[in-house]
């Protein structure tokens, strides 16, 4: 069984910046694909960015040129740098992880074998 805990989350002015954790307990890390989705209140969760055990990187439209995915396996961590925030950014983050590759499917939810509880992120405009 494989634990994810996010960290990170915040409150920040429209234009700054934030940096989200996700470590993962319990599993070879390192073989898992990895992903962030953000869910705001009354709309759908949905993906927007994912990482795969050979580093291959995937990112939502809507945050693309402005948000970057890592991941360091020997700390067993995801990282989130969340740059140029937008009020429409504000949302529950939570970190996800698969035992499929990557591929066009990564925004589904149902693919995702593990989830952590989720960090808040407020982005004032």
């Known amino acids: 069984q494989v634990q994810l805990v996010e960290s990170g989350g915040g409150s920040v002015q429209a234009g700054g910046s934030l940096r989200l954790s996700c470590t993962a307990f319990?599993?070879?890390?390192?073989?898992?694909?990895m992903a962030w989705f953000r869910q705001a209140p009354g709309k759908e969760r949905e993906g927007v960015a994912a990482?795969?055990?050979?580093?291959?990187?995937i990112y939502a439209d809507s945050v693309k040129g402005r948000f970057t995915i890592s991941r360091d396996n020997a700390k067993n961590t995801m990282y989130l740098q969340m740059d140029s925030l937008k009020f429409e950014d504000t949302a529950m983050y939570y970190c996800?992880?698969?035992?499929?590759?990557?591929?066009?499917?990564?925004?589904?939810?149902?693919?995702?074998?593990?989830w952590g509880q989720g960090t808040q992120v407020t982005v004032s405009s």
């Open positions: 996800a992880g698969s035992h499929s590759v990557l591929g066009s499917w990564w925004q589904g939810t149902g693919d995702y074998n593990y």
């Open positions: 319990g599993y070879y890390y390192s073989d898992i694909l």
């Open positions: 990482i795969d055990s050979d580093g291959s990187l």
